[in-house]
């Protein structure tokens, strides 16, 4: 097998031949399968209209082009979530030839919740029976060919992370691609009552509706799908009034809601399914890994794990990141050629500059970031750490997954705000990524410590941290509460723990740190020659002057601060490395009084963080959304400077 990569796109092109959808829960390890089908070079963006990450590649296998099309995670085709609406509408709508399953074999009941769904649609579907030595280790021995004979189609055996059984799941998928579909096998069908009702609608509605099979249809009717209800009802007036007939026959036969009641036949029929595919072994000795497991979810020392695997995860990419941006900065500044004419002075200050600065970022802070969250997620412990900060996120209106990205944003706010991609729920998403950018970074920080810390003391810096924390707590509740929409909750999948595989990591580093390369970064050079061509037109002291009302007038500041806003939208730092000689002299003191200094940083450490997080915000949550959040930081940062001004002067 051999691959590379290809635009997303909703429309299938010519000649691209069959589409294999992958489907299944969250963290079962359908990504790895995706990995190992497509290899290094996919292509990772967005469902068009939407936030939700779509990776798609193209397999050739046997001398066949296949499209592989990485759905998102979902536990069932009810479309309750974008997530779920996503999966059920390409599914539904025959954007795939064949859907592989991949099914957790640790947790099989669960899983076959969905698979019985799948079966369904009518697009056929391979079972890819996952970390089956995981569940041999524990114990459980899932027999692949009585499964295979359950459900009526094929069931194939896989270890994803390590390659096995992939190459057999694709020579599936492709047998049954023109396999003709079989009646659903007895095991499958659901009570005599609800079967009655099911058939009534099957009549009704014929042998097929706008694609959709009369059986699958029939079943989301009496479930309550409104959203396919009024699209079958445009040909159908009748049909309305008929699933409103059938459905409350039942909910009076069982004292229970239509969808309550094929709920619990789902669930009564998967469990019988996996009690007869199933056989569990005695339990075995106490292993490592299970030791780690209960560790890892103490309520006692499941925080102390994560505080201890967070801090170093901050220190690595803070101390690595700094490390490597001030490296590419004397790569660059070793051959700068010192041209003072102006095109001169543009090409190196503006271009050159923005370019290594830009470098410094994704290969310092972003490229680590990926790496360790490829780790985590392989490894099994993200969902684990989602779980735990679960219950603290809540105080932001968020639930525990937030907690990845918003402790990385104290290293930089730029893989903060694309890490917000491993929250499902878009409205939570957006929360969160607004609420990391006012996280303060490891060049927020510079300031924090170079001005307050130094020349006012270290209280006065925790004092700055607590009013920022304080606002992101209050920024987070009255966003959960008045944006539209409702949060989730968390509802997640806990994997085993296991080893993650290096060429899986790279694979998954890779495919999410090229789209800000490609993307972002030329935008910070480009923003960053912007700013060197109003800096050479002298058009930053008119700006500065224009400034005044609000840099003297209202935040109390000297007027020569406003150069020194303007330059911390390419870096935060450079405004304590350029305060000095702006102000003429080393001696801050001398020119800033202590309320100054103090609302100087909260400012700083308010406003957006740096243009490398506008491209990313702009590159996750669209332009116009990414303006806004822009705006709303710049005019927080100007109305808690001046309040802070006023509020501070009588002791200060």
Not at 115 to 125: A, C, K, R
Request: with cysteine.
């Amino acid at each position: 097998m051999s691959c590379h990569g290809e635009q997303p796109s909703t429309k299938r092109p010519r000649g691209a031949g069959p589409v294999i959808a992958l489907v299944g829960n969250a963290n079962v390890g359908k990504s790895a399968i995706f990995n190992q089908l497509t290899g290094l070079e996919q292509a990772v963006g967005n469902w068009p209209g939407k936030t939700v990450e779509k990776a798609e590649g193209v397999l050739l296998h046997r001398g066949r082009r296949i499209r592989v099309i990485d759905l998102p995670g979902t536990y069932s085709l009810l479309a309750r979530s974008e997530d779920e609406r996503i999966t059920r509408d390409f599914l539904v709508g025959q954007g795939a030839d064949v859907i592989i399953n991949v099914v957790d074999a640790t947790a099989l009941e669960r899983n076959l919740y969905l698979s019985v769904q799948l079966l369904g649609i009518g697009t056929p579907v391979v079972v890819a029976l996952n970390l089956v030595d995981v569940a041999r280790k524990r114990g459980m021995i899932v027999d692949a060919r009585r499964l295979r004979r359950l459900l009526g189609t094929e069931v194939v055996p896989t270890v994803a992370v390590q390659g096995t059984g992939v190459h057999e799941l694709v020579d599936a998928a492709l047998r049954v691609r023109n396999r003709p579909r079989r009646e659903t096998p007895e095991i499958m069908r659901y009570g005599p009552e609800v079967e009655r009702r099911i058939g009534k609608l099957e009549a009704l509605l014929g042998p097929q509706r706008k694609g959709v099979p009369a059986r699958w249809a029939a079943i989301k009717l009496l479930e309550g799908d409104t959203r396919l209800l009024r699209r079958l009802s445009r040909s159908r007036p009748d049909l309305a009034n008929a699933v409103g007939i059938l459905s409350g026959e039942l909910s009076d036969i069982h004292r229970e809601p239509a969808s309550t009641v094929i709920a619990a036949e789902r669930y009564a029929l998967v469990g019988r399914l996996a009690r007869e595919a199933q056989d569990l072994a005695p339990e075995g000795r106490r292993r490592g890994a299970e030791w780690l497991d209960s560790a890892s979810m103490h309520p006692v020392w499941g925080y102390v794990l994560l505080i201890v695997i967070m801090l170093g995860i901050l220190a690595f990419i803070s101390v690595f990141g700094g490390w490597a941006a001030t490296a590419i900065e004397r790569a660059f500044e070793s051959v700068n050629p010192g041209a003072s004419e102006w095109w001169g002075a543009l090409a190196w200050n503006g271009g050159a500059v923005g370019l290594y600065a830009a470098l410094g970022v994704a290969l310092g802070f972003l490229l680590p970031f990926y790496f360790i969250l490829s780790l985590l997620e392989n490894s099994g412990y993200l969902p684990r750490l989602a779980f735990l900060m679960d219950r603290p996120c809540h105080a932001m209106g968020l639930h525990g997954k937030a907690a990845v990205p918003l402790i990385t944003a104290f290293g930089c706010n730029v893989p903060a705000c694309v890490g917000c991609r491993i929250i499902e729920n878009r409205r939570d998403r957006l929360i969160a990524t607004f609420l990391s950018t006012l996280v303060p970074c490891s060049a927020r920080t510079a300031v924090i410590l170079g001005i307050v810390g130094t020349f006012m003391g270290p209280l006065w810096a925790m004092a700055l941290y607590l009013v920022d924390f304080a606002i992101i707590i209050g920024l987070g509740r009255l966003l959960h509460r008045t944006m539209r929409g409702a949060s989730v909750g968390i509802i997640m999948e806990i994997p085993p723990y296991r080893w993650p595989v290096p060429r899986l990591v790279a694979r998954q580093a890779w495919a999410r740190f090229r789209p800000f390369l490609v993307t972002a970064v030329p935008l910070i050079v480009l923003g960053s020659l912007a700013i060197e061509c109003l800096r050479l037109a002298h058009a930053l002291d008119e700006i500065t002057a224009w400034m005044e009302p609000v840099t003297v007038a209202w935040l109390g500041l000297p007027a020569f601060t406003g150069v020194l806003f303007i330059l911390g939208i390419l870096r935060k730092e450079a405004a304590v490395v350029l305060l000095a000689s702006v102000a003429g002299t080393v001696n801050i003191p001398s020119v800033m009084t202590p309320v100054q200094m103090f609302v100087f940083a909260l400012v700083i450490m308010l406003y957006i963080p740096c243009i490398a997080t506008i491209a990313a915000l702009g590159r996750e949550v669209g332009w116009r959304t990414a303006g806004l959040i822009t705006a709303a930081e710049i005019g927080l940062a100007i109305l808690a400077g001046g309040l802070a001004f006023r509020l501070l002067s009588p002791f200060l």
